[in-house]
Every structure is written in structure tokens, then in C-alpha cells.
């Protein structure tokens, strides 16, 4: 129970880089997280891969901001090493409440994830990359200034389909919005 | 993109349930398919069924709502078998953007959830279900008037491991909630 508490607890957690670019009210961290759900399994059948793999690891990807929050890239950065070991501790926190079977193989899909080692963890990866460059195009059509935005566009999204939905998000992108110097 | 677009708006869409019992400002669809998926993946998982066409169906249970909106059970009573006939309409128009062979494979694994026809189907609607009382308890705790969320406490939920949770939730709330009379 504990466990999918701290899983709700994500419902409540905004994204903080949308929060720093100025978005009022942005989307929750479970609110990306489904979306990122969906585009795992959508690139992993589009790739012939293990989409049961890829989408446990686009679920399980954020569980450990239910007590950590979410921290921004540079914010983890700036925490270093010290923030790997938090990450996985906390991680072990929340599923150690869960039957031991099902923790020990959730935590191995996680680290998997977090090591990036497999094909379906390069896709869970993009999944969360170019979900939220969908999700930045998507506040720019809302009306926020596209230059808060910019550095969002700086992600690297590389292999097969998920490039190609990244090229097609940035061409839609460049062809609407207002050059943002 | 269309069909990631679709989804995308069940970020912005209440669960109307939670509005009709006064939760200001309440959890969105995504939000809940977010934890519906996680407990279906838990839930397939205790009882060694297929978790991965059971977090299929949790993720796209609700995608129809990214057109129709999000519809209390009343409501879908009252349309009747209009209802029904909207709901295939939306799924297919959503899905319709997607390459073929995915588009099929999404809308079979819909069609099975809906019909419930499976083990993974039960599992994925009991998934659904528990999320929902989950929520109301969290929304108590939160300090939601009870009374207001009794009618969510009388639905079904059989089976194994996820009768067990409901029995847990209820019992948690029968010892901490005020009498809701």
C-alpha cells in the first residue's frame, strides 16, 4: 500500500522545469509519466522490442521523485554523486513495501533503466525525452514564450523512430512559432 | 502524433467523479491512468498473469475521453447504447493515426478490456477500479467531506489479491474516518 502511495504522491508533484520556465500550473510528474507510458510502448512495438520491459521501465522511471521531488537535470548535476546514492535509496524505500519477488524484479528494471544497458532502456529513455518535447510544443501553443522554452529543444534524441518524431516535433516547431532569437 | 495529442489531453481532463463530490481542482485522467497502469502491472504480476498486454489495456483504457470527455457511470447509463457506439467511434479515430499494424493491435487489446473477457481484462478493470478507491481515501485524508465520497465505496472489486487490497482500504477507512451518516 505504501508503495503505491508514494506512486500517488506523483499526482501532486509539478515538473520543475516547467516551473522555472514560467509555466503556471504545469503538469504533474504522473501526468508526464503516463504519456511517457504510452510512447514506450508505441516505440517499442514500432522497433519489434520488448514493449512489456519498456513500458515497466517508463512507469517505474520517476517512482523515486515521490520522496526525493523532482529535480532538474542541473539540480542533479549540481548534487553529484550524492544524488545517485539518494536516488537509490529511496528507490528501495518504496519498494521494499511491495512482496519481496515483486521488488527485487521491479528494482532490477529500474536499474536496468538507470544504466541504460539494454535497447528497451534506450527507448523507456527517448520515451521521457520526447514526451516532454511534445509536451514544450504543446505549452507553446498554450502561449508561453517559446525563448523559456529553447533549452528543452537542446535535448539529444537519437535512433529509428524516435529521431523521426523528434525531427518532426522540431519542424513543426521552427514552421509555427515566433523565431525566438 | 495525433494519437500522442489525444492522449496529451487527458492530462487536462478532471475525472468529473471527484468534481460532483466537491474535490476542487482534482486529479486528471492521466493522472489516474498513471497509477492504474502501476497497480495493474503489481496486480498481473501477484498472480502471474500477462502484464504485458494487462498494462496495455490499463494505459489505453481511457483514451476514448481524450475526445468524449470523462463521463461518470450515471451519465453513461443514460446515453445507453449511443454511449457505447461514440466511445468505438473515438478509439478508432484516435488510433486511426497510428501505423496500421499498431492501430489493429491497440484497438484489439481496447476491444478485450472492454469486454472483459480475460483474465488480464478482469485484472486491468479491478487495476481501475482500486485506483479510484485509493484516491477517495487519499481525498479524505485530505479532508473531503466522507459523506461525499460514500457512493465510490460501493463498488465491486472481486478476485484474489485485488479483493484483498479493497479490504485493506476499506478497513483503513472504517478506522480512521469519522462516521459518514
Excluded: N
Excluded at 5 to 32: D, I, Y
Excluded at 104 to 110: A, P, S
Aim: net charge negative.
Amino acid at each position: 500500500m505504501e508503495f503505491l502511495r508514494a506512486v500517488g504522491r506523483l499526482k501532486g508533484l509539478p515538473r520543475t522545469g516547467w516551473l522555472e520556465a514560467g509555466v503556471e500550473e504545469p503538469e504533474s510528474v504522473a501526468e508526464h509519466s503516463y504519456r511517457a507510458a504510452i510512447l514506450a510502448m508505441v516505440l517499442a512495438d514500432l522497433q519489434g522490442l520488448d514493449a512489456e520491459k519498456t513500458m515497466r521501465m517508463a512507469l517505474l522511471h520517476d517512482v523515486a521523485e515521490g520522496e526525493m521531488g523532482d529535480l532538474t537535470p542541473e539540480q542533479k548535476r549540481r548534487r553529484g554523486p550524492a544524488h545517485s546514492r539518494d536516488e537509490v535509496e529511496a528507490v528501495d524505500r518504496i519498494l521494499s513495501t511491495l512482496p519481496e519477488t515483486l521488488a527485487e524484479r521491479y528494482r532490477i528494471v529500474w536499474e536496468e533503466y538507470r544504466e541504460g544497458t539494454s535497447p528497451e532502456a534506450e527507448t523507456a529513455t527517448q520515451a521521457d525525452k520526447l514526451e516532454m518535447l511534445l509536451q514544450a510544443l504543446e505549452y507553446e501553443e498554450a502561449g508561453i514564450d517559446p525563448s523559456r522554452l529553447d533549452r528543452f529543444w537542446r535535448t539529444r534524441v537519437e535512433g529509428g523512430p524516435t529521431s523521426e518524431i523528434a525531427k518532426a516535433l522540431m519542424r513543426i516547431r521552427r514552421g509555427r512559432a515566433v523565431p525566438s532569437v
